[in-house]
């Protein structure tokens, strides 16, 4: 039976400091060998994760004293604070528009692309036919996908932008073709008004 750890820094009435980037490595190294092997421990990452994603879709009510969030929120910090570093090193200045940004937005995508009869349910699933594979826009026990918040991102970047490039890994490259693709036909941007392009890199894996 998973049980779950008490960290001190998923503490709002207890945490002292931040957990370092070495802390969160070692957790999501950890956290994926787990899930692979104890049912419990991954049915537990689904619920907490849908609790973030629900918490998250209406941020003016946010719950700040929910251990979960808070613990969200110092990871995001901690996150920010390592590529802010890296950042400065280069000479680069970015606004940050991180994935939580989008989550507000995934209902009104997913209602578009049932307006547009894109979607179909399989085995509780919400799924879209898309390039050369379907994707899954919302899973059965509720939970949204890279691809739903993408395609929220990719709607709200045309508003904004007439040029978004996505400098991604090159194992995701099919995942973008799948989204732009998706996202033109539903109507979520016109891709004759606003370019949307994936950048590849390779991977370095051992250097």
């Known amino acids: 039976m998973y049980k779950r750890q008490r960290l001190p820094w998923t503490d709002p009435d207890t945490v002292t400091q931040l957990p370092t980037a070495e802390n969160l490595s070692e957790l999501y190294r950890l956290g994926r060998e787990r899930t692979l092997d104890d049912a419990s421990f991954r049915s537990e990452v689904q619920r907490q994760l849908l609790h973030i994603q629900q918490c998250l879709r209406d941020i003016t009510k946010v719950p700040l004293d929910d251990r979960t969030i808070h613990a969200w929120i110092n990871v995001c910090k901690t996150s920010r604070l390592s590529f802010e570093s890296l950042l400065e090193r280069l000479g680069v200045s970015v606004q940050e528009r991180g994935e939580s940004r989008y989550l507000p937005h995934v209902d009104a995508v997913i209602k578009r692309l049932r307006a547009k009869n894109l979607l179909r349910?399989?085995?509780g699933a919400l799924v879209a036919d898309a390039r050369k594979a379907s994707i899954v826009v919302r899973k059965r026990n509720g939970t949204v996908l890279y691809s739903t918040t993408d395609l929220a991102a990719a709607q709200l970047r045309a508003q904004e932008h007439d040029r978004a490039l996505y400098v991604v890994d090159a194992s995701q490259q099919l995942?973008?073709?799948?989204?732009?693709?998706?996202?033109?036909?539903?109507g979520l941007y016109d891709p004759s008004r606003t370019e949307l392009l994936h950048v590849p890199f390779l991977s370095l894996i051992h250097i």
């Open 121 to 123: 349910t399989d085995a």
């Open 175 to 186: 995942h973008f073709q799948q989204v732009f693709d998706l996202a033109a036909r539903a």
